[in-house]
């Protein structure tokens, strides 16, 4: 086994600790600090794990938010089998960001109408 860097985003958990549940919150702020970035791109930001983000960004993010780096981003250590493919392994390991845990909605039941 063999383990690999990653890291968990944080900013959606940030974001709510400050009392900023909407993405459209945070998208004039970063505009205030010189950073212009369309509605899907604030969107993508908050909920998605970036692969690419500038400095300023980031530095514009841990200014709004009053945080540092370690509350937005957390490295991990993640534990891959060698010769194993994505393919043939199903999917990502078990470092993926926490889904909704034990919350799952109910199956639903379908049933013939009735005659």
Known sequence: MTEKLDYRWHLR?????????????????????????SSSQTYRLVVERPERLSLKTLMALLDILGCTMEDLIEPIAVRH???????????????????????????????????
């Open 13 to 37: 958990k940030v974001m709510a600790d400050r009392g900023m549940f909407s993405t459209t919150d945070l998208r004039p702020l970063l505009a205030e600090r010189g950073i212009d970035l």
């Open 81 to 115: 089998a060698r010769g194993r493919t994505a393919a043939a392994g199903g999917g990502e390991e078990t470092g993926a960001a926490p889904g909704v845990g034990d919350f799952r909605p109910k199956r639903a039941r379908i049933v013939p109408p009735e005659e």
